[in-house]
């Protein structure tokens, strides 16, 4: 059993918390709220003194992951650590903790995993990608307003929030070469943070990767399809479906399987859990991303 500790208490928060005490880990949080059923702590030297946590992830929204960790170091935390996507921190600032990896949890998602081994070997030549779901469907009873979603401040916006397919597109294909970039706030859906993003990439085993990612589409669809000239691939993640060429592997997955793969691995071997280098790379890409918008032109790495 391992002492972990939940900075922040968020829908995402409480999730971790939640699997980390199915998993058996004896979970606390830090947190203003006290309605929970797990002991809250109002701040990290608190909880350190308190709790005394082997294992610490960091869930508070996107703009205050600095601070969080900031407060950790300052405490005296050196152990390991699971920073929400996307990282929004530097990476300098994590170089004393003895482990840190960064929740791109869907790396786990058995579609991806199986999509990994079905490419081994090909050449990619063409890569679609798209991930849309509303954005008043994502924390169902609680307003849109009140979600850190919907503030660019609290580092909300379908860019980042659905950075995942940042992430798995890097660990599939390698390093953007080159972005080119529409988006923004389109629609009504957020009070301020973008809510829809169309992308043209180069990564470096895949020449022409286009990407979707939007806060509108009423069905949730998170997919790929990948050209090989060869062979034709479809992942579907929502269906929880491989197809190759035609012929459908369907899979199960339940809703808490790519965190609990997340968390295990962070305190196993750390295998197969994005680094802090990576995640930096994608934050790198949203920036890219982002200047791409602002000046019309494409954007190298």
Do not use: C
Request: charged content about 20%; hydrophobic content about 45%; glycine content about 8%.
């Amino acid at each position: 059993m391992t002492r972990a500790l939940i900075v922040g208490a968020g829908s995402i928060g409480l999730r971790h918390a939640r699997v980390l005490a199915e998993l058996g880990h004896e979970v606390a949080a830090v947190t203003a709220r006290d309605d929970l059923d797990i002991p809250a702590y109002r701040d990290a030297a608190s909880a350190l003194s308190a709790h005394d946590p082997e294992y610490v992830v960091v869930a508070t929204d996107t703009a205050r992951h600095p601070a969080s960790v900031a407060a950790l170091h300052d405490a005296g935390y050196r152990g390991a650590l699971l920073v929400e996507k996307p990282l929004a921190v530097e990476p300098a600032a994590l170089a004393d903790f003895a482990q840190v990896g960064v929740a791109f949890n869907l790396r786990f998602h058995p579609v991806l995993v199986a999509l990994r081994a079905a490419l081994a070997g090909r050449t990619v030549l063409t890569v679609e990608a798209y991930a849309g779901q509303h954005l008043s469907g994502w924390r169902p009873g609680r307003p849109v307003a009140e979600q850190y979603s919907a503030h660019a401040g609290a580092g909300g916006g379908a860019l980042r929030d659905l950075s995942h397919e940042l992430d798995y597109l890097a660990s599939l294909f390698g390093p953007a070469r080159g972005v080119f970039a529409r988006g923004g706030r389109l629609a009504d859906v957020t009070v301020d943070s973008d809510d829809a993003w169309g992308i043209v990439a180069e990564f470096a085993a895949a020449p022409i990767v286009t990407l979707q990612v939007n806060y509108l589409d009423t069905r949730t669809r998170r997919r790929l399809v990948i050209n090989t000239g060869a062979t034709t691939i479809e992942a579907d993640l929502i269906r929880r479906t491989l197809t190759v060429d035609g012929e459908r592997t369907d899979f199960t997955v339940a809703a808490d399987d790519t965190y609990r793969a997340l968390h295990e691995a962070m305190l196993g071997s750390g295998e197969g859990v994005t680094t802090v280098a990576e995640a930096a790379a994608t934050d790198a890409l949203i920036n890219m991303i982002e200047t791409s918008a602002a000046t019309r032109e494409w954007v190298t790495a």
